[in-house]
């Protein structure tokens, strides 16, 4: 089984930053992407971005340019660099693994998330 533990979480005024890690434990070999996910109260989890194993990177619309998304195999550790935050990014971050950089569905139960809350 695999697990999650994210962290780097917190508040930050309109305009910040903040960078998210993701360490996953378990058995991942052979699972090419990783990929983080966010849940705003009230609302489903969605998908924020994916690194696979050659360091591709795929981004929703709503973070390009502002977020970079970057991974440290060695590690089985995923980053999300968070910059020019928003209040719309208020939300509940997690990360998963997947077997495809624009498709499939996350692999595994979900860990304990991290907050991050952008003041209004």
């Known amino acids: 089984q695999v697990q999650f533990v994210e962290s780097g979480g917190g508040l930050v005024l309109p305009g910040g930053s903040l960078r998210l890690s993701c360490a996953a434990s378990?058995?991942?070999?052979?699972?090419?992407?990783m990929s983080w996910y966010r849940q705003a109260p009230g609302e489903q989890r969605e998908l924020v971005a994916s690194v696979n194993s050659d360091g591709y990177t795929d981004y929703a619309d709503y973070v390009k340019g502002r977020f970079t998304i970057s991974r440290d195999s060695a590690k089985n550790t995923v980053y999300l660099q968070m910059n020019s935050l928003k209040p719309g990014d208020t939300a509940v971050y997690y990360c998963n693994l997947r077997l495809s950089l624009r498709g499939g569905i996350p692999l595994y139960p979900w860990g304990q998330g991290t907050q991050v809350t952008v003041f209004s």
């Open positions: 378990g058995s991942i070999f052979g699972i090419p992407v």
